[in-house]
Nanobody, 122 residues
Framework: QVHLVESGGGLVQAGGSLTLRCAAS????????MAWFRQAPGKEREFVAS????????YYGESVKGRCTISRDNAKNTLDLKMNRVRPQDTAVYYC???????????????WGQGTQVTVFS
Protein backbone atom coordinates (compact mmCIF):
# COMPACT_ATOMS: atom_id res chain seq x y z
CA GLN A 1 0.00 0.00 0.00
CA VAL A 2 1.51 3.29 -1.13
CA HIS A 3 1.08 6.23 1.21
CA LEU A 4 1.46 9.78 -0.08
CA VAL A 5 1.84 12.98 1.92
CA GLU A 6 1.89 16.41 0.30
CA SER A 7 3.52 19.49 1.78
CA GLY A 8 4.60 22.98 0.79
CA GLY A 9 1.23 24.60 0.31
CA GLY A 10 0.22 27.90 1.87
CA LEU A 11 -0.34 31.55 1.04
CA VAL A 12 1.65 33.05 -1.79
CA GLN A 13 1.43 36.38 -3.54
CA ALA A 14 0.59 36.46 -7.22
CA GLY A 15 3.72 36.44 -9.30
CA GLY A 16 5.66 34.52 -6.71
CA SER A 17 6.87 30.94 -6.58
CA LEU A 18 6.41 27.88 -4.45
CA THR A 19 7.42 24.26 -4.43
CA LEU A 20 5.13 21.45 -3.44
CA ARG A 21 6.51 18.13 -2.31
CA CYS A 22 4.99 14.67 -2.15
CA ALA A 23 6.66 12.12 0.10
CA ALA A 24 5.86 8.51 -0.70
CA SER A 25 6.22 5.34 1.30
CA UNK A 26 5.14 1.72 1.13
CA UNK A 27 6.35 0.79 -2.33
CA UNK A 28 9.04 1.00 -4.98
CA UNK A 29 8.11 4.35 -6.48
CA UNK A 30 10.68 3.96 -9.25
CA UNK A 31 8.17 1.69 -11.01
CA UNK A 32 5.31 4.18 -10.86
CA UNK A 33 4.42 7.24 -12.82
CA MET A 34 3.53 10.18 -10.63
CA ALA A 35 1.38 13.23 -11.08
CA TRP A 36 -0.08 16.36 -9.57
CA PHE A 37 -3.73 17.29 -9.82
CA ARG A 38 -5.60 20.17 -8.27
CA GLN A 39 -9.15 21.00 -7.35
CA ALA A 40 -10.53 24.45 -6.75
CA PRO A 41 -13.77 25.04 -4.82
CA GLY A 42 -16.78 24.21 -6.95
CA LYS A 43 -14.67 22.87 -9.81
CA GLU A 44 -13.68 19.46 -11.09
CA ARG A 45 -10.29 18.00 -10.42
CA GLU A 46 -7.77 19.27 -12.95
CA PHE A 47 -4.57 17.69 -14.23
CA VAL A 48 -1.45 19.72 -13.50
CA ALA A 49 1.58 17.60 -14.44
CA SER A 50 2.89 14.06 -14.61
CA UNK A 51 6.23 12.31 -14.89
CA UNK A 52 6.80 8.85 -16.30
CA UNK A 53 8.68 6.12 -14.42
CA UNK A 54 10.02 4.74 -17.72
CA UNK A 55 12.07 7.68 -18.98
CA UNK A 56 11.04 10.55 -16.67
CA UNK A 57 9.33 12.29 -19.54
CA UNK A 58 7.02 15.05 -18.36
CA TYR A 59 3.58 16.22 -19.36
CA TYR A 60 1.84 19.43 -18.31
CA GLY A 61 -1.67 20.76 -18.28
CA GLU A 62 -2.32 23.74 -20.50
CA SER A 63 -3.08 26.06 -17.61
CA VAL A 64 0.37 25.60 -16.06
CA LYS A 65 2.56 24.85 -19.07
CA GLY A 66 5.65 27.05 -19.03
CA ARG A 67 5.19 27.96 -15.36
CA CYS A 68 5.63 24.62 -13.62
CA THR A 69 8.29 21.96 -13.40
CA ILE A 70 7.64 18.47 -12.11
CA SER A 71 10.53 16.35 -10.89
CA ARG A 72 11.12 13.19 -8.92
CA ASP A 73 13.84 11.69 -6.76
CA ASN A 74 13.46 7.92 -6.73
CA ALA A 75 16.17 7.50 -4.12
CA LYS A 76 14.24 9.68 -1.69
CA ASN A 77 10.78 8.65 -2.91
CA THR A 78 9.74 12.24 -3.44
CA LEU A 79 7.91 14.17 -6.11
CA ASP A 80 8.18 17.94 -6.45
CA LEU A 81 6.19 20.57 -8.29
CA LYS A 82 7.87 23.92 -8.74
CA MET A 83 5.41 26.66 -9.59
CA ASN A 84 6.51 30.06 -10.89
CA ARG A 85 4.57 33.24 -11.64
CA VAL A 86 1.59 31.95 -9.71
CA ARG A 87 -1.84 33.41 -10.33
CA PRO A 88 -4.99 33.67 -8.22
CA GLN A 89 -6.46 31.05 -10.57
CA ASP A 90 -3.88 28.59 -9.23
CA THR A 91 -5.67 28.58 -5.88
CA ALA A 92 -6.71 25.01 -5.18
CA VAL A 93 -6.00 21.90 -3.18
CA TYR A 94 -3.09 20.11 -4.83
CA TYR A 95 -2.97 16.32 -4.82
CA CYS A 96 -0.17 13.90 -5.52
CA UNK A 97 -1.05 10.68 -7.32
CA UNK A 98 0.74 7.48 -8.30
CA UNK A 99 -0.09 5.02 -11.05
CA UNK A 100 1.29 2.79 -13.74
CA UNK A 101 0.89 5.29 -16.59
CA UNK A 102 1.80 8.95 -17.02
CA UNK A 103 -1.50 10.44 -18.11
CA UNK A 104 -3.88 13.31 -17.47
CA UNK A 105 -6.76 10.92 -16.67
CA UNK A 106 -7.22 10.81 -12.92
CA UNK A 107 -8.91 7.39 -13.14
CA UNK A 108 -5.57 5.88 -14.16
CA UNK A 109 -3.98 6.65 -10.82
CA UNK A 110 -4.18 4.14 -8.00
CA UNK A 111 -3.00 6.07 -4.97
CA TRP A 112 -3.69 9.61 -3.83
CA GLY A 113 -2.52 11.90 -1.08
CA GLN A 114 -4.75 14.00 1.15
CA GLY A 115 -3.80 17.23 -0.59
CA THR A 116 -2.20 20.53 0.33
CA GLN A 117 -3.94 23.89 0.02
CA VAL A 118 -2.41 26.60 -2.13
CA THR A 119 -3.90 30.09 -1.94
CA VAL A 120 -2.66 32.83 -4.24
CA PHE A 121 -3.55 36.41 -3.32
CA SER A 122 -3.14 39.51 -5.43
Amino acid sequence: QVHLVESGGGLVQAGGSLTLRCAASGGDLSRYSMAWFRQAPGKEREFVASISWVDESTYYGESVKGRCTISRDNAKNTLDLKMNRVRPQDTAVYYCAVGSTSTDYDDEYDYWGQGTQVTVFS
